[in-house]
């Protein structure tokens, strides 16, 4: 959860940072959509202060953060590359 926290903290920030630069008409969702993750995960980590009690527990919260982010970079991230191709 540590690494997770980090590296969504840092990619997250980056891609944003980016999407500003670029005048990306669709950073306000996309921000949102990253803060939403984000806070799932503080909420699963709060929720496992102790630890993972159950092999199902692992595995609903490594297929959950799979999942998503799976799925937002094919839909969301993705568009951001068509966006910058629309410009050139
Ligand atoms: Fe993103
Ligand atoms: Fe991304």
């Known amino acids: 959860m540590q690494f997770l926290k980090k590296y969504v903290t ?7 940072k980016i999407q500003l630069e670029l ?5 306000e969702k996309h921000k949102m959509l990253h803060q939403e993750f984000y806070n799932k995960v503080l ?4 929720s496992h202060q102790g630890g993972f009690t ?7 919260i490594s ?7 799976y799925h937002h970079i094919l839909l969301e991230d993705v568009q951001i ?8």
């Open 81 to 88: 590359g068509a966006y910058v191709n629309t410009r050139r």
């Open 23 to 27: 005048n990306y008409p669709g950073y």
């Open 10 to 16: 840092t990619h997250f920030a980056h891609e944003e």
């Open 54 to 60: 159950t092999d199902r527990e692992l595995i609903y």
């Open 63 to 69: 297929l959950y953060v799979r999942d998503w982010l």
């Open 43 to 46: 909420e699963m980590e709060q």
